[in-house]
């Protein structure tokens, strides 16, 4: 079955930068790309962009351009969200979901980052 | 970017009713690449509908999806207790851009 796997719970200073991973198994990692979608305390699900992981092509959400980058290994079937210069507002769960641009049948279990000085 | 605009924000319903979801778009969703996911506290999403209409693995036949264009339903037919949750819409037609609806919270009245 299908299952998608992330890194554990981060507590950041403002101004650092996050890495969570995502493990993925149980389907053929190249043929999907992997969305990443936050959700701050409370409130809705916000797209942060995607990557293919054929080719690494990736398309990030406007407000998030310069400060975010999606990376994969093909390897070891793992995608990464990196987030650099934490403010208190990117302070949510991070999800991952399989699909590209399209709807996200799978999800990952969250990973929760704080950011707090 | 497509706005999407769901409604109401809150639903209280008992058991048993029908619930009618509405997601309305600032502008066409080509295609009708329109999805539905149910969210429960402290869980991920679950994609319930894509493409408006066609039920997700495993979904039980009393939720069912409809619409096109800018407007699009969801219904439960006989809520079940499980089903009380958030609901958000997403359309993933404007390529690059994915956005989501800001939610119907789903209560038992």
């Known amino acids: 079955q299908v299952q998608l796997v992330q890194s554990g719970a981060e507590v950041k200073k403002p101004g650092a930068s996050v890495k969570v991973s995502c493990k993925a198994s149980?389907?053929?990692?190249?043929?999907?790309?992997i969305s990443w979608v936050r959700q701050a305390p409370g409130q809705g699900l916000e797209w942060m962009g995607w990557?293919?992981?054929?080719?690494?092509?990736?398309n990030y959400a406007q407000k998030l351009q310069g400060r975010v980058t999606m990376t994969t290994d093909t390897s070891t079937s793992t995608a990464y969200m990196e987030l650099r210069s934490l403010r208190s507002d990117d302070t949510a769960v991070y999800y991952c979901?399989?699909?590209?641009?399209?709807?996200?049948?799978?999800w990952g279990q969250g990973t929760l980052v704080t950011v707090s000085s | 970017e497509i706005v999407l605009t769901q409604s109401p924000g809150t639903l209280s319903l008992s058991p048993g009713e029908r619930a009618t979801l509405s997601c309305r778009a600032s502008?066409?969703?080509?295609?009708?690449?329109l999805a539905w996911y149910q969210q429960k506290p402290g869980q991920a999403p679950r994609l319930l509908i894509y493409?408006?209409?066609s039920r997700a693995t495993g979904i039980p036949d009393r939720f069912s999806g409809s619409g096109s264009g800018t407007d699009f339903t969801l219904t439960i037919s006989r809520l079940e207790p499980e089903d009380f949750a958030v609901y958000y819409c997403?359309?993933?037609?404007?390529?690059?851009?994915?956005?989501f609806g800001q939610g119907t919270r789903l209560e038992i009245k």
């Open positions: 997403q359309q993933y037609g404007s390529s690059p851009r994915i956005t």
């Open positions: 502008q066409s969703v080509s295609s009708s690449y």
């Open positions: 149980g389907y053929t990692f190249t043929s999907y790309g």
């Open positions: 979901a399989r699909g590209a641009d399209t709807a996200m049948g799978n």
């Open positions: 990557i293919s992981a054929y080719n690494g092509n990736t």
């Open positions: 493409g408006a209409s």
